[in-house]
Structures are given as structure tokens and as C-alpha cells.
């Protein structure tokens, strides 16, 4: 599988990793779940029913994209629009699945939700290559800031 450059979340919307003031890079779905989540445009998903001249509203790179591998983040906006609660988390689950949806294809996957306290969520993606390979992210959600506060981990 190609290498990828490595991206995590500082609090600021991303950063690259540098390895000796060289570009750090991943191999397999390492992104993808970061992308996925948190790396549509929140406020508006895509509409493939445009009118001519119409502006598209979603992240600019879906217009790339077959509509079932476009990121629209589902998961962003349901952490930014529900009251953390342990009845919520069915929710976010459901919407961290949809988000990966895509990646069903290439892939097990499974997501897990974790209540940590009243404004803090654990969101976990534990992807299985059919090579037996399996990536582990882990993201820290802050609903009182509405941002992820640790980069994720990997296993």
C-alpha cells in the first residue's frame, strides 16, 4: 500500500508530522478515520441535486469523489449538536459508523463511544485489514471547546 503523509489533531484544525525536518509518513487506513471524521465541512453535507452555477456547500474535495467515498462528516456535526449524555452515544456511534462506512469495503470495522465524564467523549476506530493487520485510533472529544484535545493514537 502507497505511504501517506502523517496528519493529527493539535486543537487548530491539523498538523503534518515531521520526522528530522522531513514529512512523516503511514502506510494503510491510518488517515482515513481523522479524515473521516473530522475532515468534512460541518455545516453542510453534500447535495448532489445542484442546480447549474449552484455552489456546492460541503468540503471542497467531495466533488472529486463517487458519492459513497465523500466526507461529510457525520460524526463532527452530531458531537457539536448533542448534549453528552450516556443517552447520546448511540447516536455518536451511529454517525462515527456512517462517516466509516466506506471504508466497509476494505476492511472491518468497529467503533465504540465512551461517556468519560459530562463534557468528555472517547471515540475509538479499530479497522482489520483482511490481512489481519489492524489499526487502532483512539480520539478525545471536549464538547466544551467542540474540538478533539489529544492527537489520536495508534496500535
Do not use: C, H
Request: no cysteine; charged share 25%.
Amino acid at each position: 500500500m502507497a505511504n501517506d503523509i502523517t496528519i493529527f489533531e493539535d486543537g487548530d484544525g491539523g498538523e503534518l508530522v515531521l520526522n528530522n525536518e522531513d514529512i512523516g509518513t503511514v502506510d494503510g487506513f491510518t488517515n482515513m478515520v481523522f479524515l473521516a471524521w473530522f475532515g468534512g465541512n460541518v455545516s453542510e453535507s453534500t447535495n448532489e441535486n445542484l442546480k447549474d452555477q449552484e455552489q456546492r456547500g460541503d468540503w471542497w474535495g467531495n466533488s472529486l469523489f463517487k458519492e459513497e467515498n465523500q466526507f461529510n462528516s457525520e460524526l463532527e456535526k452530531t458531537l457539536n449538536n448533542s448534549n453528552i449524555s450516556s443517552a447520546s452515544l448511540i447516536n455518536i456511534e451511529n454517525a462515527a459508523k456512517k462517516d466509516l462506512q466506506f471504508l466497509k469495503k476494505y476492511a472491518n470495522i468497529e467503533v465504540n463511544a465512551y461517556l468519560l465524564n459530562e463534557s468528555r467523549i472517547e471515540l475509538e476506530a479499530i479497522i482489520t485489514e483482511p490481512n489481519k493487520k489492524s489499526l487502532k485510533s483512539t480520539f478525545l472529544w471536549d464538547a466544551t471547546k467542540n474540538t478533539i484535545v489529544n492527537d489520536y493514537t495508534i496500535s
